[in-house]
């Protein structure tokens, strides 16, 4: 039996929201922002979750997020690093399986649905990414706020999380972009893409699967949490 591992990586600080809670503690519908991504992988198929989270709430999340809620799929909560890319890197380095679902937990809304579409995805294809095709013409500009150039839109996704991929793959990709630079990386699709060959698969996510990050997201939060049956 194949074993999938998600890394859910919770260590954001929320400056852009402008509160003193940081923005995974934030409450939405009685409950902190973090527990509901946990609580869609604890419900899914995976078998493992690990949290990543700001050094030194490694306790505070144990208490008030994994025994709190009884989350019982939590095998290690791990501090994170610097940026992101170092943050899911300490994920990785505790992880053991086939493969691996790297989410941020700023995404609350998440679902059981996404999580399988991205398991299936990453044991087909080896790496894939949710997202969703672009609704707006998105326009290129150039270094003085001028149009430069104009992408086909129907080209064009918005790039979500989960990213999945076999687990020896991005374990590696990470440590060759880690060991020379990894200034400019945005996601671990491209850690795959700059490490590797590996083509990686864009699957369908949701346009409710929005990352949580600025105060005028937690109305939109609360009514997603609604129609998901949370609130």
């Not at 044991?123 to 997202?131: L, S, W």
Request: contains cysteine; glycine residues 8%; charged residues 30%.
């Amino acid at each position: 039996m194949e074993k999938y591992t998600a890394i859910v990586l919770a260590g954001g600080s929320g400056k852009r929201m402008g509160l003193s809670v940081k923005k995974q503690y934030i409450e939405i519908c009685n409950k902190p922002l973090l527990y509901y991504s946990v609580h869609a992988f604890e419900k899914s198929d995976v078998d493992e979750i690990v949290l990543v989270v700001t050094p030194g709430d490694e306790n505070y999340v144990k208490e008030e997020i994994v025994e709190k809620y009884g989350f019982k799929k939590v095998s290690a909560i791990v501090p994170g690093g610097k940026e992101r890319y170092n943050s899911v890197y300490e994920g990785l380095k505790v992880t053991r399986g086939d493969y691996v679902l790297i989410h941020d937990g700023a995404r609350a809304f998440v679902t059981k649905e996404i999580i399988r579409r991205s398991m299936d995805g990453a044991k087909e294809y080896g790496a894939c990414v949710v997202g969703m095709p672009v609704k707006d013409t998105i326009k290129v500009a150039d270094d003085d706020g001028y149009v430069k150039d104009t992408p086909e839109r129907s080209s064009l996704w918005m790039v979500q999380t989960p990213q999945a991929f076999f687990y020896p793959l991005v374990k590696d990709a990470y440590e060759k972009v880690l060991e020379k630079d990894a200034t400019g990386v945005t996601d671990d699709a491209m850690v795959v893409e700059l490490a590797t060959d590996q083509k990686v698969k864009l699957i369908e996510g949701s346009y409710d699967n929005i990352k949580v990050t600025t105060i005028d997201d937690l109305d939109v939060a609360e009514n997603i949490l609604k129609k998901q049956n949370h609130c």
